[in-house]
């Protein structure tokens, strides 16, 4: 009888000790895949173009961003561990952005002589696949429309090198495309410098053309939790953003030298490079605190990064 109780208890024990193992090895692997998954992206290695053919570089850049998002998008996970981090998929989402900029860019300006030219059909189901929903898990997923989006930009990449698709590196072109950078970013910066919490209320300064400018104050508030939401998604705009203007850098070399702009365009890359700095904890504290304000240092080098495209927007357009 006693033997049997201590049989039993002993049988209890392993039990308990197996699950709890099991408990361990899994909070291990969850910790281990969320800190492989919060490792923010490098640049991107040497990207193989055709150097004859103008677009080729913007194109597979954009297509080496796809290709990285799709092998790996976290905004839409629902049971993987990564569905518990947020700074991996605002980043995700910042790049996202700057790719769809492009990508409309291409569709609308880049790809035509004019305006009123028929839209490239490859470009359009390009635009067209990354405007889907990138929270949508299925019917369809995110990584199969950036798939898509992928293939088709493939495709237009074939038909530039045919000659039966057409990329105009105009500076013309180029101040569309350096207009739409320079109000995204606008966007982002002003998440960051919102990001002070001693900050509830700011001046309206913005009024219809004519009029003069409103003192209505608007109220700010963004709680501490989206805070590092924010500094992140800057970081996956500016990161894009770098690599963008590389492309940039090699199909419109032309037009910047012919307007003197080539060292702006470094000075540009210069200051998103300086973007990827990744802080242990991204804090908020107050002026006079003894923390950092992560937000706020980041946007002093994103804005100036910002302005510099407005100068270099000016200069295009008098140079």
């Given amino acids: 009888m006693k033997q049997n109780k201590r049989q039993e208890g002993g049988s209890t024990k392993v039990k308990l000790i197996l699950i709890l193992l099991i408990i361990v090895a899994l909070t291990v692997f969850i910790l281990v895949d969320m800190a492989i998954n919060s490792v923010k992206p490098k640049p991107l290695k040497m990207i193989s173009y055709e150097k004859s053919v103008k677009g080729s570089a913007f194109v597979r850049t954009n297509q080496a ?31 996202l952005e700057v790719v769809r900029y492009n990508v409309r860019v291409l569709r609308d300006n880049l790809s035509r002589m004019r305006t009123t ?4 059909p490859m470009v359009e189901k390009a635009f067209t696949a990354l405007a889907n929903d990138p929270f949508k898990w299925w019917f369809p997923s995110a990584e199969s429309k950036w798939k898509e989006a992928y293939d088709h930009l493939e495709r237009y990449h074939q038909n530039l090198i045919k000659g039966q698709s057409s990329f105009y590196p105009r500076a013309d072109n180029l101040i569309e495309l350096l207009s739409q950078y320079a109000s995204l970013m606008g966007g982002a910066n ?33 709680p501490w939790y989206r805070v590092d939401d924010n500094f992140y998604y800057a970081q996956g705009v ?8 590389k492309a940039i850098r090699t199909d419109f070399l032309n037009v910047l030298i012919d307007k003197n702009s080539l060292v702006l365009v470094d000075k540009i890359l210069e200051d998103l490079a300086r973007c990827n700095f990744e802080p242990l904890i991204v804090f908020n504290g107050e002026p006079g605190s003894i923390f950092a304000n992560h937000s706020l240092n980041l946007s002093s080098i994103f804005n100036d990064a910002r302005q510099k495209v407005n100068s270099l927007i000016v200069a295009l357009r008098e140079g």
Avoid: C
Wanted: hydrophobic share 45%; aromatic share 8%; charged share 25%.
């Fill in 65 to 95: 961003l796809i290709k990285q998002m799709m092998n790996n998008w976290m905004p839409n996970d629902v049971f993987w561990p990564t569905v518990l981090l947020d700074n991996m998929p605002n980043f995700q989402l910042g790049e």
């Fill in 117 to 120: 030219d028929k839209l490239d």
């Fill in 190 to 222: 002003t998440r960051l410098i919102h990001a002070p919490h001693d900050i509830r209320e700011v001046l309206a300064l913005e009024g219809e053309k004519g009029e003069k400018a409103s003192k209505e104050l608007v109220k700010v508030n963004i």
């Fill in 238 to 245: 500016a990161y894009a953003l770098n690599e963008s203007f």
